[in-house]
């Protein structure tokens, strides 16, 4: 799907060299990848004191468990 967007190309410049993306359409594509990402991390934050914690349950028995 085609899409024009107006994009301030020295930021494109600085993302394709510092991520040493070949193109513009991969630095934006990485760019969006890793924005969706952190907002994802962000909204586990407002987990934070809601989840329930054993302190009986051991973690590396499940590992064992095949």
Do not use: C, S, W
């Not at 994802?40 to 054993?54: M, P, W």
């Amino acid at each position: 799907m085609a899409t024009n967007l107006a994009l301030d190309d020295e930021l494109i410049e600085q993302a394709k060299e510092v991520g040493n993306h070949p193109t513009k359409k991969e630095a934006v594509t990485v760019a969006l990848q890793e924005y969706i990402r952190n907002k994802g991390q962000k909204d586990i934050l407002k987990l934070f004191g809601k989840v329930e914690f054993d302190p009986k349950y051991d973690y590396k028995k499940q590992r064992k468990v095949k």
